[in-house]
Nanobody, 115 residues
Framework: QVQLVESGGGLVQPGGSLRLSCAAS????????MGWYRQAPGKQRELVAA???????NYADSVKGRFTISRDNAKNTVALQMNSLKPEDTAVYYC?????????WGQGTQVTVSS
C-alpha cells in the first residue's frame, strides 16, 4: 500500500521561502503525474502545481512564477519550492496523484505566512 508523507511546512514571513517534500512509501514512477494541493480554512482543496512523469509542469495562476514543482523518481519524492510567499498561501499542503486518488491523501503539512 502506498503512503504519501508531506513535510517541510512551517511559519514564514511574507516574502519568505519554504521547500516542501513528499515521500512515497512505494514507487511513484508508476503514478504518472503528481501534484501538490492545498486547502485553506473554509475553502475547497485546490491543485497548485503538477508534474508529469516526463517532467512537464503546470501551475495555478496564483502561484505561477513563485512555486516550482520537481520530482525524483529514483528517490520516490516530489518537492515544492515556494518563494515570495504571501499570506494567501497559508494552507495545509498535500501531495497526491494528478488527478488525485482519494485513498492517497496524507496528513499534509501546514504552511503559515504571517508577519
Amino acid at each position: 500500500q502506498v503512503q504519501l508523507v508531506e513535510s517541510g511546512g512551517g511559519l514564514v514571513q511574507p516574502g519568505g521561502s519554504l521547500r516542501l517534500s513528499c515521500a512515497a512509501s512505494g514507487t511513484i514512477f508508476r503514478f504518472g503525474a503528481m501534484g501538490w494541493y492545498r486547502q485553506a480554512p473554509g475553502k475547497q482543496r485546490e491543485l497548485v502545481a503538477a508534474i508529469t512523469g516526463g517532467g512537464r509542469t503546470n501551475y495555478a495562476d496564483s502561484v505561477k512564477g513563485r512555486f516550482t514543482i520537481s520530482r525524483d523518481n529514483a528517490k520516490n519524492t516530489v518537492a515544492l519550492q515556494m518563494n515570495s510567499l504571501k499570506p494567501e498561501d497559508t494552507a495545509v499542503y498535500y501531495c497526491n496523484r494528478d488527478p488525485a486518488t482519494q485513498g492517497y491523501w496524507g496528513q499534509g503539512t501546514q504552511v503559515t505566512v504571517s508577519s
